[in-house]
């Protein structure tokens, strides 16, 4: 059983900068792939970017390519999301997801977190 909690969501201008983290509980956290998605109010649930289980491998929607950024402390249970030069449509509740594959689809990921919402004012 793992646990996530998302923490660092908030109101930004347009071309600012956000880190989101997603701490996790359990002593396997490293053996877990993690997932980072976004949704919108009255939209379907958005793949963002994945991170492999050691970090090696990191991969990007095309929407956010550039300008995010994951990574993963696993000494501290933890992953990120580096956000700059956001955008209005950018604004969503984020979510952390742990699976056994670094994938874009949602069903491959076991364990979800609660969402932090991040708004970018244009």
């Known amino acids: 059983q793992v646990q996530l909690v998302e923490s660092g969501g908030g109101l930004v201008q347009a071309g600012g900068s956000l880190r989101l983290s997603c701490a996790a509980s359990?002593?396997?956290?490293?053996?877990?792939?993690m997932g980072w998605f976004r949704q919108a109010p009255g939209k379907e649930r958005e793949f963002v970017g994945a991170?492999?289980?050691?970090?090696?491998?990191?991969y990007y929607a095309d929407s956010v390519k550039g300008r995010f950024t994951i990574s993963r402390d696993n000494a501290k249970n933890t992953v990120y999301l580096q956000m700059n030069s956001l955008k209005p449509e950018d604004t969503a509740v984020y979510y952390c997801?742990?699976?056994?594959?670094?994938?874009?689809?949602?069903?491959?990921?076991?364990?979800w977190g609660q969402g932090t919402q991040v708004t970018v004012s244009s």
């Open positions: 997801a742990a699976g056994g594959w670094a994938t874009s689809e949602p069903y491959e990921y076991d364990y």
């Open positions: 359990g002593r396997t956290f490293s053996s877990y792939a």
């Open positions: 991170i492999s289980w050691s970090g090696g491998i990191t």
